[in-house]
């Protein structure tokens, strides 16, 4: 989770799934410092190495275009997978074709429960 904030603290990831990783930027957006450490907590909760390999799979954003993430991944068994731009309905078809309905009809229904409960 990243935060909109300069410093991040422990108190923001209250109630969050346990091993939730916190992290705050200026922007509250991933760049290549936040990215750094989102790799190492991959590796950490995933067990990977070189005997036991894993698939990250990502955007083309700037931020995942740092060596020492790469190395990282590289030296743990961490294969990392970009996927190309503007193509999410392609390689994604869940998002498009299910998860997109469903919020479509979960904030209906929000806005009828919002109206009735004023």
Not at 63 to 71: K, N, P
Request: glycine share 6%; aromatic share 8%; with cysteine.
């Amino acid at each position: 989770m990243i935060f909109p904030r300069v410093h991040f603290k422990e108190f923001m990831t209250y109630g969050a799934p346990p091993g939730t990783l916190g992290l705050a930027t200026k922007r509250g957006r991933m760049n290549t410092d936040c990215f750094i450490q989102v790799v190492r907590h991959f590796i950490k909760h995933t067990n990977s190495s070189k005997s036991n390999p894993s698939l990250l799979i990502l955007d083309n954003h700037e931020s995942h275009l740092s060596i020492e993430a790469i190395a990282a991944c590289k030296d743990n068994g961490v294969t990392m997978l970009t996927i190309p731009p503007h193509c999410t309905n392609k390689l994604q078809p869940l998002d498009v074709g299910l998860l997109k309905p469903f919020q479509t009809f979960y904030n209906a229904a929000l806005d009828v429960w919002m109206m009735n409960h004023s």
